[in-house]
């Protein structure tokens, strides 16, 4: 059982097979654990645009109330990307929901943040997410949950392995999580990293028109969300509310 906010539900993935109309990193490792055990069933409760207490306050209890073996939780990412930011208060809530599914005797697997410092927005969040990683280590520690340490991740670096947006990652990115989460759970698999290449060089007048156009196409339309109080998710469901067996990819 799968809980969190867009990284989970597997916006950037974008693939009408599925539902939502994506994929992601999460239905990549259902796949992979039912090729080796048929019976498995697999829930997704993530919903995009959440903030953390929501994530906790609208999936925790129907998550739980599912009697999950497995449960992986990422949440407070959109809140990093908040103006002002209470990550102590936060992840103190945060911690309270982990120690809870691990009573249930679940395994349990979290998330650390992506390092973005090769990236211009999100190097002036690197404080921020560090902190957020820190509380993420600790609690996983504490309560003997599995980690995948995306920070570590540096091939997630690459802006190759993110969407258009630059804030979802895509086929290739998601996959490359799908692979961290296996190998925290010790799982073989048969899944393989994409072969990038070298980065290729990009003229800084390009580089320029390419922000400019981001930040049209994306930045732009979601600090209009935030103003208007929307979220990206308002009008979005879980796309697996309930578990139910998996099929192929």
């Known amino acids: 059982m799968a809980m969190g906010d867009s990284f989970t539900e597997g916006v950037g993935d974008d693939d009408p097979r599925y539902p939502n109309g994506v ?14 055990e048929p019976g498995l069933r697999y829930a997704n409760l993530a919903v995009r645009g959440r ?19 497995l449960v992986t939780l990422y949440a407070g990412g959109n ?21 809870r599914i691990v009573r249930t005797g679940a395994t349990v697997v979290l998330f650390t943040g ?6 211009a927005l999100f190097r002036k969040m690197r404080g921020r997410v560090a902190v957020y990683n820190e509380h993420v280590r600790l609690i996983a520690a504490r309560h003997g949950a ?7 991740m540096r091939q997630l670096r690459d802006r190759r392995l993110w969407s258009p947006d630059r804030l979802h990652l895509n086929a290739a990115g ?17 899944l393989t990293a994409a072969e990038l290449g ?13 922000n400019l156009r981001w930040a049209r196409e994306f ?31």
């Open 51 to 69: 903030l953390l207490r929501p994530i906790l306050a609208e999936q925790l209890e129907p998550g739980l109330a599912l009697r999950p073996d």
């Open 174 to 190: 998601h996959t490359e999580v799908a692979i961290a989460v296996l190998d925290a759970l010790r799982v073989p698999h048969a």
């Open 79 to 99: 809140d990093l990307m908040r103006p002002k930011v209470d990550i102590d208060g936060l992840m103190a809530d945060y911690e309270t929901a982990v120690a």
């Open 219 to 249: 930045a732009l339309p979601w600090l209009g969300r935030r103003l208007r109080g929307e979220s990206s998710g308002d009008t979005v469901s879980a796309k697996r509310p309930e578990l139910a067996p998996v099929a192929g990819g």
């Open 198 to 210: 070298p980065k290729p060089l990009v003229p800084p007048a390009r580089r320029r028109a390419d």
């Open 114 to 119: 992506v390092d973005g410092v090769e990236d």
């Open 23 to 36: 994929r992601g990193w999460a239905d990549r490792v259902a796949e992979q654990l039912a090729a080796a």
């Open 146 to 152: 599995r980690l995948v340490d995306m920070w570590a």
